[in-house]
T-cell receptor, first 113, second 111 residues
Framework: NAGVTQTPKFQVLKTGQSMTLQCAQD?????MYWYRQDPGMGLRLIYY???????DKGEVPNGYNVSRLNKREFSLRLESAAPSQTSVYFC????????????FGDGTRLSIL | GENVEQHPSTLSVQEGDSAVIKCTYS??????FPWYKQELGKGPQLIID?????GEKKDQRIAVTLNKTAKHFSLHITETQPEDSAVYFC??????????FGAGTRLTVKP
């Protein structure tokens, strides 16, 4: 049982480039989340999806877009990467609609030069 | 919005001793308080949680206490083992889009 799978695990971008972080869960969960983790800080919510077909902004949504492609997959896109977006990104899921995150992926470490 | 403060930022204990991590929150509407353990290179793992209608919850060697009046909650780990070494995060929320995390506590258990 893979749980929450994130790809890629590492990525280096140049300022202005775009990329999509992928997340998939195999637990038939309704809610999915994207967080970023910066040194000395707790996780901060970027976007979440309470159910398939819905997405909502979290605490720090600027510079990001998301797509809930289907129940399994929730992607995060950086249209024009900036050095301030250098961070570790975590995807999470939970079973109930609107439940708080319970299962996290192992993260994508993103560096923007 | 909610603000969560966590102390201490680092904690070192001898194997077998107890460890206590404390968090305070600001929003009286918060009603869900989870604790996560994060090992190096891994994502956070939910280890225990408590809701505001309960004052204490225990699961084997870990326990969480909640004082709603004082707006603080604590994680207690007894009989610590080297495998308990990790970064621990507290969080508080009233719904699924407002969860706020503490800055984390790096726990080191010395053999």
């Amino acid at each position: 049982n893979a749980g929450v799978t994130q790809t890629p695990k590492f990525q280096v971008l140049k300022t202005g480039q775009s990329m999509t972080l992928q997340c998939a869960q195999d637990m038939n969960h309704n809610s999915m989340y994207w967080y970023r983790q910066d040194p000395g800080m707790g996780l901060r919510l970027i976007y979440y999806s309470a159910s398939e077909g819905t997405t909502d902004k979290g605490e720090v949504p600027n510079g990001y877009n998301v797509s809930r492609l289907n129940k399994r997959e929730f992607s995060l896109r950086l249209e024009s990467a900036a050095p301030s977006q250098t961070s570790v990104y975590f995807c999470a899921s939970s079973g109930g609609q609107g439940e708080q995150p319970q299962h996290f992926g192992d993260g994508t470490r993103l560096s923007i030069l | 919005g909610e603000n969560v403060e966590q102390h201490p930022s680092t904690l070192s204990v001898q194997e077998g001793d107890s460890a206590v991590i404390k968090c305070t929150y600001s929003d009286s509407a918060s009603n869900y308080f989870p604790w996560y353990k994060q090992e190096l290179g891994k994502g956070p793992q939910l280890i225990i949680d408590i809701r505001s209608n309960v004052g204490e919850k225990k699961d084997q060697r870990i326990a969480v206490t909640l004082n709603k009046t004082a707006k603080h909650f604590s994680l207690h780990i007894t009989e610590t083992q080297p495998e308990d070494s990790a970064v621990y995060f507290c969080a508080a929320s009233s719904n699924n889009n407002d969860m706020r995390f503490g800055a984390g506590t790096r726990l080191t258990v010395k053999p």
